[in-house]
């Protein structure tokens, strides 16, 4: 649910903090919520006491921590700029592509996170474009094929599963027998009850006869 008007200066004084840490946690609380004009306002602060954090640093520790070129990104956390990307861009439409590149700068800092790939393809969903979702979604689970988020995503969003010989088109006739083949097998298993597999009960032995006397 879009909030329809966020007075910044009140946000951040119901936050009550300085702390960049603490306002980032706030701010994808907020994201997560969909609350995106809220979450932008306290992103967009974490981002700016980080980014005066580092410039505060000498130049020797800046060459120290191997910051002097990439400035504020090596210090803030890519999770900052992936959700400040999200909240930038379903908060104004016309930022759609500036919120998609810092989803990109937080998946070049953590290209194994599910979270930013997945704050892309919401980016381009609120846009409405497919192909960029989709791309996204592929490119988060190739690098995190395991990903819970992603896997979830892309069944919401009902994004085809890869031909069984990738190497071939979908449309291949043997792409698509096998295909067939494989989702008759996936309806069965679904479908057979789970059963527990019985151990047969051996026979009881006979009692031996008693010796005679």
């Keep these: 649910m879009r909030e329809r008007s966020v007075v910044p200066a009140q946000v951040l004084a119901e936050a009550a903090t300085a702390d960049p840490m603490e306002l980032m946690r706030l701010g994808i609380d907020a994201a997560r919520a969909e609350r995106y004009a809220r979450g932008l306002v306290l992103l967009a602060e974490a981002y700016k006491l980080f980014s005066l954090e580092t410039e505060a640093l000498s130049e020797e520790v800046k060459a120290a921590r191997g910051i002097e070129q990439l400035g504020s990104r090596k210090r803030t956390p890519a999770v900052c700029f992936s959700y400040y990307g999200l909240c ?10 500036e919120g998609a590149r810092f989803c990109e700068v937080a998946i070049q800092l953590e290209s194994h996170r ?12 609120a846009a409405r474009v497919r192909s960029m979702m989709v791309s996204a979604v592929e490119r988060g689970l190739k690098e995190s094929p395991r990903s819970a988020i992603l896997l979830a995503f892309r069944d919401e969003i009902g994004v085809r599963s ?3 010989i990738s190497f071939l088109p979908r449309d291949n006739p043997l ?10 097998r996936r309806r069965a298993q679904k479908a057979a009850p789970k059963l527990g597999v019985r151990r047969p009960v051996a026979d009881a032995a006979p009692a031996p006869d008693k010796p005679k006397r």
Excluded at 119 to 125: E, F, P, S, T
């Design 88 to 97: 930038l861009a379903l908060t104004t439409s016309s930022q759609t592509d």
């Design 114 to 125: 599910g979270e930013h790939y997945l704050n892309l393809a919401k980016i381009w969903q």
């Design 162 to 164: 890869v031909p069984p």
């Design 175 to 184: 792409n698509k027998e096998l295909g067939k083949i494989l989702h008759t």
